[in-house]
């Protein structure tokens, strides 16, 4: 049998054909008898750094000293004698300068007049290794920064005829659930089951949105580790990928159950602390209501007094003018005493507040137009709201400390302010066309102003917000939740 190959020249120099000395493959022909290099392409003579003279006195264990003499004759021994018998091993090439390459020899029988040769084709096996060391290295270098990350690397697999998987976990299985990697993996749905059932559900539902969406899951829930009688806060962060027949997350869980008690502690503190907070406003309102009556009371009482006595003095004088200048001036001296009285126990306890929030705002807001020259108007969508006196007072006084502000920063020409009934929700709008608020000077170490005033609204159960108002300036929005829904009255406007 004979096979027609690219093989050239006579039976006693044999070549290779054209188009296999100039390919890029290592190419040789042997003498099947003796082993010895008949001819080789250019290729293999550029990759051993022989030339074709030197080439010609080789045989396969000088090219590759390493090969095994009893491995290549029995791979000779077993390719048929017939043209076209194939088979292949793999060796380490030596080049003329010592350095040498790995590589994978494809012998082919082949007859050329009569003649039985060996052609070799050397598959370069350079890249391959350097490919799958680089692998290697990749997968070391991997598993030696997943080995120490502070959780657990996974994939789990969702697919869509409800079976679940997790194809890979790293070594911190065992240490955040409480099982080794091949447990769960043998059975996967042990970690539905590990999640406490009132966050069950929760999880699913985000498990859900991820894969419809396909967006980021990333999920805190509990679960309960039997091993260790324990309940553990856990993070799932994982990007979907879409399967033929389900969806793949890759992503980390971690620990976060330190975490997750700091922010319970922190917010606890917090609460504690607004707690705190709104006693000793309460005090110091009753204080000061308690102050503001003995001050009218006592000091109003006295000084009232002590007029109708210089008055009745005043009448019993002898008919002498500096007796008579003196008595007046005591008379005036008196007078201002009781007006400063009257001032003090209006600031420390607006006697308005006895008459519902609506008319103490009304009052203030008139007070503050006589006070600064400042028009400052004032509507309201209801004749009275129901709140607590603790709660009216919080709420005025943080009205107070907003006009406080717009009197010394504001540079405004014009206050107005808003108190809307909104069903259970009431808003306390105040508006200047001021120079605004800057971001920084929220943040001031000394603006205890806007502090407080944030406090008091916390301690009111509603929030406070400061934003630009329309057409400049700003504006104070206080929004606190109700005890009940009210009917509205009739608008109010009050202009001062």
């Known amino acids: 049998m004979s096979l027609n190959l690219p093989v050239s020249g006579t039976a006693q120099s044999p070549t290779l054909a054209p188009e296999l000395q100039s390919g890029i493959s290592d190419v040789y022909l042997f003498d099947a008898a003796t082993l010895l290099l008949v001819d080789a392409s250019a290729a293999a003579q550029a990759s051993l750094g022989y030339d074709a003279e030197a080439l010609r006195t080789m045989t396969p264990f000088d090219l590759a000293p390493e090969l095994e003499r009893g491995k290549l004759e029995d791979l000779l021994e077993g390719l048929s004698q017939d043209a076209g018998a194939h088979d292949s091993l793999r060796t380490q090439f030596q080049r003329a300068d010592g350095g040498s390459y790995p590589a994978k020899l494809h012998f082919l029988r082949v007859v050329r007049d009569g003649r039985r040769l060996l052609l070799a084709i050397d598959d370069d096996l350079a890249l391959v290794y350097a490919v799958a060391t680089a692998l290697e290295q990749y997968q070391a270098h991997f598993d030696a920064v997943v080995d120490h990350t502070p959780g657990l690397v996974y994939q789990f697999v969702q697919y869509d005829d409800g079976r679940v998987a997790f194809p890979y976990l790293s070594e911190g299985c065992g240490a955040l659930l409480g099982m080794s990697a091949a447990e769960l993996q043998e059975a996967p749905q042990r970690f539905l089951e590990l999640i406490l059932p009132e966050d069950r559900n929760d999880y699913l539902d985000e498990l859900a949105a991820s894969q419809s969406e396909l967006t980021t899951l990333n999920w805190e829930g509990r679960i309960w580790i039997d091993a260790w009688k324990d309940v553990k806060w856990i993070n799932l962060r994982a990007t979907p990928l879409p399967l033929e027949d389900g969806t793949q997350w890759d992503g980390f869980m971690t620990n976060i159950t330190a975490s997750r008690l700091e922010q319970e502690e922190i917010r606890a503190s917090r609460a504690r602390l607004a707690e705190l907070n709104e006693h000793i406003e309460q005090v110091k309102e009753q204080e000061r209501a308690r102050i503001a009556r003995e001050i009218h009371d006592d000091l109003g009482g006295n000084l009232t007094a002590i ?190």
């Open 307 to 496: 007029k109708m006595a210089l008055a009745m003095l005043a009448e019993r004088l002898p008919d002498d003018p500096a007796l008579r200048d003196k008595a007046r001036y005591l008379d005036d001296l008196v007078d201002r005493s009781i007006e400063a009285v009257q001032r003090i126990a209006l600031d420390l306890r607006p006697a308005m507040l006895d008459l519902g929030i609506v008319a103490a705002l009304g009052w203030q807001a008139q007070e503050f137009e006589k006070r600064m020259g400042i028009p400052c108007i004032f509507c309201s969508n209801t004749k009275e709201v129901a709140l607590d006196p603790d709660h009216a007072a919080a709420l005025f006084r943080i009205f107070q400390e907003a006009l406080t502000n717009i009197a010394k920063h504001a540079e405004a020409t014009r206050v107005t302010v808003d108190l809307d009934r909104q069903g259970r929700d009431l808003l306390l709008t105040i508006c200047d066309n001021g120079r605004g608020i800057a971001p920084s000077d929220r943040l001031k170490p000394q603006s205890f102003g806007l502090r407080g005033m944030s406090e008091r609204a916390r301690a009111l159960g509603g929030t406070l917000t400061l934003s630009p108002a329309p057409g400049g300036g700003t504006m104070v929005a206080v929004k606190i939740r109700l005890d009940a829904p009210q009917a509205a009255g009739q608008p109010s406007t009050t202009t001062a």
